[in-house]
């Protein structure tokens, strides 16, 4: 009996929950909210989800090769500096959609097999093995510690802030 081939979305399940919160919590926010943070030396909100946005096109465009020119362009939304500006709550809404319309079509051409797949290089002149399953985890965990974040501030500021 042949075995049935499926695709990862219904593995992932309650990550597109997740990225409709996200979307809820950051399309209302005017520029002044966006700049909001929780202290002087850590990124506001829109910071915040700039860095959702970079980290995912980062990862599933720079290392997994998914995606196009739009989402390379997505992973330059790095907030390294912590005085820059952020971008408007549409923008950074349409971000979260590209990178998770990347990330949901990736899923969907994915099988369980190809959670196995292995990503070699180097980074920082250090060698890296990566399985696909690593990654996808990482990018997983990187959302909900900034989403926490960003949930954080909107609260400390008295901000509605979905259960993230």
Do not use: C
């Amino acid at each position: 009996m042949a075995e049935q081939q499926t695709n990862l979305l219904p593995f992932y399940k309650g990550w597109d929950v997740y990225q409709d919160l996200l979307i809820k919590a950051i399309a209302p926010l005017s520029d002044e909210q966006l700049g909001l943070r929780a202290a002087p030396h850590l990124r506001s909100i829109g910071q915040n989800a700039m860095h959702i946005v970079a980290t995912r096109a980062n990862w599933f465009h720079g290392l997994m090769e998914q995606g196009g020119a739009e989402i390379a362009a997505l992973s330059e939304w790095n907030d390294w500096d912590l005085s820059a500006s952020s971008k408007s709550a549409a923008e950074l809404v349409a971000g979260l959609e590209a990178t998770w319309n990347m990330i949901e079509q990736s899923l969907a051409n994915w099988t369980p097999a190809d959670l196995e797949y292995v990503y070699e290089g180097k980074w920082n002149d250090e060698p890296y093995r990566l399985t696909r399953q690593w990654v996808i985890w990482h990018v997983i965990e990187h959302d909900l510690h900034h989403g926490g974040e960003l949930s954080f501030t909107l609260g400390m500021h008295n901000l509605a802030a979905p259960d993230l």
